[in-house]
């Protein structure tokens, strides 16, 4: 069955450094997402991704982050100077349609990035 | 304000016990998820459905819409069901969590 891969598992990272969680979507998939889970909380919506652009992007999602597709399979989340409260699970997901139904919609296993 | 609501939030079972988790939700839907998050972290998609009942394996999964209700039943509970379940709603191009449900079901 089809996979969304993240890259790495964990990550550490010395508060004010820049990282990159990196995504691999299912291949025929258009829509891409991330997603992020502070230890003990829900998990909550960053941004959506089509098309080469976002589509929406949530209050979290401030000028630290960024997205990219820097090629025909990645699929990127950029944070530029990491703050202790950007420790959380990461999730990247996919799917093969932008209405939020569902169809297809496939999670990654999650990147724990915590920032000491 | 949560779109989405869960209950219970734990839940301690022993095995072979039949397993409800409810969820609600304020916002109107075409369809709801159940998700499976392992004690890893990882998500699992369990379900997806619009109307009615689904069932694979031991899971079944109830939505009245029109209620804005939806249950997520174990049958035959195992240990190996221990995770925490998480009830999302699609809005636009994202989901709206639930607070998950943290099931353990001891031997």
């Known amino acids: 069955e089809p996979e969304v891969t993240q890259t790495p598992s964990h990550q550490v990272t010395q508060m004010g450094q820049e990282v990159i969680l990196r995504c691999v979507p299912i291949s025929n998939h258009l829509y891409f997402y991330w997603y992020r889970q502070i230890l003990g909380q829900k998990v909550e919506f960053l941004v959506s991704?089509?098309?080469?652009?976002?589509?929406?992007k949530s209050e979290i999602f401030d000028d630290q982050f960024s997205v990219e597709r820097p090629d025909g399979s990645n699929f990127t989340l950029k944070i530029r100077s990491t703050k202790l409260e950007d420790s959380a699970m990461y999730f990247c997901a996919s799917s093969a349609t932008g209405q939020g139904l569902g169809y297809g919609y496939t999670f990654g296993s999650g990147t724990r990035l915590t920032v000491v | 304000k949560n779109e989405v609501e869960q209950s219970p939030q734990n839940l301690t079972a022993q095995e072979g016990e039949f397993i409800t988790i409810n969820c609600s939700y304020s916002v109107g839907i075409s369809a709801l998820h159940w998700l499976q998050q392992h004690p890893g972290g990882g998500i699992v998609s369990l379900f997806m459905l619009s109307s009615g009942k689904k069932k694979h394996g031991r899971l079944i999964a109830t939505i009245n819409i029109q209620e804005k209700h939806s249950s997520l039943h174990i049958t035959a509970s195992h240990p190996r069901d221990s995770a925490v379940y998480i009830c999302a709603v699609p809005r636009g191009n994202q989901f709206y969590f639930g607070t998950g449900t943290s099931l353990t079901v001891i031997p």
């Open positions: 991704f089509y098309n080469n652009e976002i589509s929406e």
